[in-house]
């Protein structure tokens, strides 16, 4: 499908505003296929990275390099591959669904007007309705059909689903699953809706106060981290560098390790970790420099 | 491209076209009429014509049928920043505003390629817009002009050039404040306060200062005031006239006091003030730019507004280019 397998590789990113750094010191290299999810707390930089990757902001340090190609030079050949849904679905509210499909035909290289046209209309949405007067769900829907006609190799999308209703985002996942299984799109999106992720994601970012604090692929970081319940202890259990959280208890003291699946201390139980109590543990971490954490052993 | 600006902009581009349609339409109806009362031509009484019987009955007919339009006529000092700035401020605010710049710069053109399209588009609808209605003014000023020169401010700011001028520098104004501000009417607002600002320390400070003004200088005549009329060397109704005053025996411009003080001595003396100021060897001069100027003044107007609407375009650009919208 591509040239490269990598659909997105960042180098020493920083963007920083007049009020400071939104993001810094990221590196990432996502494999072109399948689906990525970018998680953080609101204001952690992932709206700031999203742009980044699309050539919309340019970034203050570093390189990003999408589908092989600088993105900040914005040739019509990269920004043919790279298909965007801004946060909110942003549409032309005075035009008419089919202007819209219009001005993504006037602007692109190709553009598969029947593709959008018979997405919209399994959906039920008619063509000759005001975008603006549509519901929430149905402008991420011709927001979404108007990304997709690009046939782009990588689609990024900022929260797409956090302004929708339950059913709405229900329907939406679908469709963006169902393109994702018919053709080889990569999907990178941002959300902070974490238990719906490991259905439909097979790689996981997390960013934190604009520092990437986790990334790999989402079986794998499971596979990796534990938690390990043993007595309560007050003593430095870090001895690897291997502990992301240690909580305690009256009695016990419950570990989040990251050791591939060492063997267990004597007295200590080990039990797998649900990705969202990962993804949480690694929000609550305190701010660091490194972006990294070391997969050190712990016995 | 032309579609989507076309769809984007067509209801500014509608409402102004209708307006400088109506203004065009009823002023060719009534300068029609005017221009009825020169059976020449208007420009047949100009200057030194206009004291023939003919032309003098013409033009009192012109003051009393079409005096008041030519008052209103004020009111079009402002066409030129609302056709700039109603298309200039949308241009990037609406799409910041809405959010929809990510929608139109993430397709295959690429932003500068947009933005050009965009500028250039809508530039040119304000300046044929604006060159429309100033064409029109300018027609319908003929009669006027001949009576009253066309260095007068009702006159210079309305016609030739200087609007399509001043419609662009509104337009570059309400772009970059449009990018600045992201939001549509600030925009507008702050084109209109820029455009009012800039006009009138312009035409007060910047204009007179264009070319070095002539001035004249000469002995108060004994008879009296009404002895200046066909007088040659001093200047016609056409020219534009900075100052004018008294100056003593070496040129040196006297004060209003001391002009006072010599208007009592005179009626102290009992003799008459212009004899008075004769005999002391007051002169009276006048500094003015002659009307042949009018069309270096309105180059060098225009310029100056242009200049500063490119480097405004400049901003807008730079500040696309690198990202920072």
Known sequence: ?299 | MTWLIWRQHRAEVCVLGLLVGMFGIALLVLGTQAHDLFPGGPARCAGEAGINEGCAASFRRLDEDFGFVENLLAAFYLVPVVIGAFLGAPLLARELEDGTWQLAWTQAMPRMRWLAAKLAALAGVTVMLTALFSAVLTWFRQPFDAWEGRFQYDAFDLEGLVPVAYALFAFGVATVAGAILRRSLPAFGVAFGAFLAARMSVALLARPAYATPLTTMEPVPVGGSTDQAGNGTVPSFADWTIEHGYADATGRKLSGTEYYELEGAANQAGTNFNQFLHARGVQQFEVYHPADRFWTFQLMEAALFVAVAVVLIGVVVWRVRRRIV
């Not at chain 1, 975008?131 to 402008?139: D, E, I, K, N």
């Not at chain 1, 689903?161 to 941002?190: I, K, N």
């Not at chain 1, 060492?262 to 200590?268: R, S």
Request: glycine share 10%; with cysteine; hydrophobic share 45%.
């Open chain 1, 1 to 299: 499908m591509t040239e490269t397998e990598f659909a997105l590789r960042t180098e020493g990113v920083g963007k920083r505003y007049r009020k400071g750094w939104a993001l810094r010191d990221c590196t990432l290299t996502l494999p072109a296929g399948g689906v990525i999810a970018l998680v953080g707390p609101n204001g952690a930089g992932k709206t700031t990275l999203l742009r980044l990757v699309v050539g919309l902001l340019a970034p203050s340090t570093g390189t990003v390099e999408v589908l092989g190609h600088d993105v900040t030079a914005s040739t019509p050949h990269t920004l043919s591959r790279v298909g965007f849904l801004a946060q909110d679905h942003p549409l032309y509210k005075r035009f008419t669904v089919a202007e819209m499909l219009r001005f993504g035909r006037a602007c692109n290289l190709r553009f598969d007007q029947g593709l959008a046209e018979r997405r919209l209309a399994k959906l039920g949405i008619p063509l000759d309705r005001r975008t603006g007067s549509l519901s929430g769900g149905q402008q991420a829907q011709v927001a979404l059909a108007l990304a997709l006609a690009k046939r782009p190799d990588l689609l990024v999308l900022d929260e797409p689903v956090a302004s929708l209703d339950p059913l709405a985002r229900h329907e939406f996942l679908q469709v963006l699953m169902g393109a994702v299984a018919e053709g080889g799109v990569t999907v990178l999106f941002s959300s902070h809706l974490v238990h719906e992720l490991e259905r439909v994601c097979d790689h996981l970012i997390v960013l934190n106060h604009g520092r990437v604090t986790l990334t790999g692929d989402i079986d794998t970081l499971l596979a990796e981290h534990r938690l390990l319940v043993g007595p309560r202890t007050a003593t430095d259990l870090d001895r690897a560098g291997a502990v992301v959280e240690a909580v305690h208890s009256d009695r016990h003291t419950t570990l989040l390790v990251r050791d591939g699946a060492l063997p267990t201390a004597p007295g200590w139980q080990a039990h797998p970790v649900a990705l969202e109590d990962l993804v949480l543990a690694y929000l609550r971490r305190p701010s660091e420099p490194s972006a990294t954490v070391p997969s050190g052993a712990a016995a």
